[in-house]
């Protein structure tokens, strides 16, 4: 069975403490892929509030929705983590649920933007999805994904991710999970490379054209400070 970025992040942080995973902050959605990320991750953010040109009112409305739907993701996934109830495949099926819940909820906030801060929004999201928004549907439909080339990407993904499995075997014997981050970013990069290889120019220019101008994200903090909420 093929498996995403997605599952394999989140199956290597289940190595981590509860205190660990939190502490990982927006690293943990990129090592998840982006593929669950919600907007409000983006949305809690003071740069992106500032780059989406948001008014102090929406500022103060938007940001403190978006934070409560932050703090309670993050309250869902902590239990989910520590129950180490059932297999692992039932601990993903149970996030991607919550995941779906909180997409919904988040809806509500995302009706506050105008339309230029939506546009605006889903170039960013793409950014910030990475290699995963190759392995979405309605994307690849867009820029016009072949059957060849899907067959082509999927391996892609499969062949990284045994080289990964590879590289972080002895760090998480270790509990090294700088080591396991690293080993995650330089498999992300590998994993880009061949997929540009596999686009063709047209297609690069629709995915150039849906990201927009690149927008450089805050480092993740673990508290405070600008931008320093926007972790998870």
């Not at 690149?214 to 600008?226: L, M, T, V, Y």
Request: glycine share 10%; aromatic share 6%.
């Amino acid at each position: 069975m093929k498996r995403t970025f997605i599952v394999f992040g989140a199956i290597a942080l289940l190595a981590m403490s509860s205190s660990q995973l939190l502490a990982q902050g927006g690293g943990f959605m990129r090592m998840m892929g982006g593929g669950q990320q919600l907007d409000c991750t983006l949305l809690v953010m003071d740069e992106v509030q500032d780059e989406l040109k948001l008014t102090d009112d929406q500022k103060e409305e938007i940001g403190e929705q978006a934070q409560q739907i932050m703090d309670d993701m993050r309250a869902e996934m902590r239990d989910t983590f520590m129950g180490g109830g059932g297999s692992r495949e039932e601990m993903m099926e149970s996030i991607q649920e919550m995941m779906e819940e909180f997409r919904e909820e988040e809806k509500e906030v995302v009706a506050l933007l105008n339309d230029d801060q939506r546009a605006r929004l889903a170039q960013l999201r793409y950014q910030r999805m990475g290699n995963a928004m190759y392995q979405d549907e309605k994307i690849q439909k867009e820029i016009g994904i072949t059957k060849d080339q899907k067959t082509a990407i999927e391996d892609a993904f499969e062949t990284t991710q045994e080289e990964m499995e590879e590289a972080m075997a002895d760090a998480r014997e270790s509990r090294d999970f700088g080591a396991m981050q690293a080993a995650m970013a330089d498999g992300q990069k590998e994993l880009a490379k061949s997929i540009d290889e596999i686009l063709k120019a047209d297609q690069k220019k629709k995915i150039a054209k849906m990201k927009g101008d690149e927008f450089e994200f805050p480092q993740p903090q673990r508290r405070g400070g600008r931008g320093g909420r926007s972790d998870f």
